[in-house]
């Protein structure tokens, strides 16, 4: 039989295929977890021979994920092409062996990057694959949260090995590792019902919003407290963030969970890590270097809707 010459081929559609796989709009708010994790763990206090370690986990951290997401697929495969068949896997339009492909030189790009810091970083993006793995098999809303705390931890365990971390900005990143897992926990909890027929309405959707009303707060009385620092915007912006952070999660549990698919939920709390990210960079020690990642970070979250109107982030 001769195929249809209407049917898309894996040549014939560029690279639409793979950005729709690599999910684009969420791709966005991976370097963020290493980079606030470098920056809380250093004080903020960044010099020249720092940039390359700080890229270099942010880097990494985007591969490891990528070879999540297409793992992924990979795994989930007969599943898509039940409730998700134009995903570009169970399509045709990339073909198994590329996935894998794909996936194998991701994992491979990951870990080694974060080996440019020694051991200590080679070891956490190592364990971050395996975790990773194990979410892609098991789906527990628990490995979801690691994974996401570990690609922080991985920018924090790099910092720590160009200069010994300090109590407070180590109080910081440990209520930092805190909060992305929970909030993470929180929206994949939401995430497990996306396919489901009918929209559930209980105190599940509501999750998000009371992790990150524990947690962020419990962070912003950390700033301030080196003795002799100088004066700084940085609470102020903080506390900004914050409003907007805790405002855009209690929408998304309440009016807007109401009126839009799950989906689109649990794409704004995907959004929202943006948000959490920048007060986090703004949290990192008492001067007001996390204030450019922050409005970097900021520029993303106002990019991110405009990509996820055409490629799939959830």
Same mark, same amino acid.
């Given at each position: 039989m001769n195929a249809d010459p209407n049917t898309p081929t894996p040549t014939s559609l560029g690279?639409? %295929?793979w950005l729709r796989l690599f999910r684009l709009p969420n791709l966005l708010t991976v370097p963020g977890d290493p980079l606030a994790g470098f920056l809380l763990a250093s004080g903020g206090r960044l010099d020249r021979s +720092?940039? *390359? %370690? +700080? /890229?270099? +986990?942010?880097g990494a951290s985007v591969c490891l994920y990528l070879f999540g997401l297409v793992h992924n697929d990979i795994v989930d495969l007969e599943t898509d092409r039940a409730e998700r068949p134009d995903r570009p896997l169970p399509s045709g339009q990339i073909t198994m062996a590329q996935a894998k492909i794909a996936a194998f030189v991701m994992a491979l790009l990951g870990i080694g990057l974060a080996s440019i810091m020694g051991w200590g970083t080679l070891g956490v993006a190592s364990l971050l694959a395996l975790v990773i793995c194990s979410y892609n098999s098991c789906k527990s809303i628990y490995t979801m949260g690691l994974c996401r705390a570990l690609s922080l931890h991985l920018g924090v365990t790099a910092s720590v090995i160009s200069k010994p971390v300090d109590f407070v900005t180590g109080d910081t990143a440990t209520i930092a590792l805190v909060a992305i897992f929970a909030y993470t926990v929180a929206f994949s909890a939401v995430a497990k019902n996306e396919m489901a027929a009918e929209k559930p309405m209980g105190l599940k959707r509501w999750m998000p919003f009371v992790a990150l009303l524990v947690t962020l707060p419990? *962070?912003? /009385?950390t700033l301030g407290q080196t003795e002799g620092a100088a004066p700084t915007v940085a609470p102020t912006v903080f506390v900004i963030l914050m409003c907007m952070v805790l405002m855009w999660s209690w929408m998304l549990g309440g009016m807007l969970y109401s009126l839009q698919p799950v989906t689109k939920t649990v794409a704004g709390h995907i959004r929202n890590l943006l948000l959490v990210q920048a007060c986090l960079c703004v949290a990192a020690g008492d001067g007001d270097t996390g204030l450019f990642p922050a409005l970097f970070l900021f520029a993303l979250w106002i /990019?991110? %809707?405009?990509l996820a109107k055409r490629f799939y982030s959830s």
């Open positions: 690279w639409s %295929p +720092m940039l *390359i %370690p +700080m /890229l270099a +986990m942010m419990c *962070i912003l /009385l /990019l991110f %809707p405009r």
